[in-house]
């Protein structure tokens, strides 16, 4: 099964903005590739086919408790992973299920609120 990457239009955005302050995201977001390809339930199961993966910040040497969150939906059936959100943990401690909930619903991969 080959892992199919799809950033979700929240997900750019908030990247572009994170690229601003963050200049090396680039490259954390290729080595959060190669760790979804490896494993792609690799993140903490947040239910309902969502996960939430901790991320090293190259742009900073807090490593990962000073790094990034990402916040995905794999798919399991076609190999798709749904890049879902990305946050700093130093702009914000956690995501919120509701504004999970509308990700997922904007993008048509949730109509129901999944095991929260």
């Given amino acids: 099964m080959s892992l199919k990457l799809i ?10 903005r994170l690229h601003k302050k963050f200049r090396l995201l ?4 290729e080595i959060l590739r190669a760790e979804l390809e490896l494993d792609p339930r690799a993140g903490i199961d947040l239910g309902g086919g969502c996960f939430k993966l901790r991320l090293p910040n190259s742009s900073s040497a807090t ?3 000073g ?9 399991g059936a076609d190999g798709a992973v749904y890049l879902l959100d990305i946050y700093s943990k130093t702009e914000l401690v956690t995501i919120n299920e509701r ?6 619903r904007a993008n048509g991969l ?7």
């Fill in 99 to 104: 504004r999970l909930l509308e990700i997922l």
């Fill in 7 to 16: 950033p979700t239009p929240e997900f750019a955005r908030s990247a572009r």
């Fill in 67 to 75: 790094g990034f969150q990402v916040v995905y939906y794999f798919r």
């Fill in 63 to 65: 490593g990962k408790s």
């Fill in 26 to 29: 680039h490259r954390d977001l």
């Fill in 110 to 116: 949730a109509t129901t609120n999944p095991r929260w």
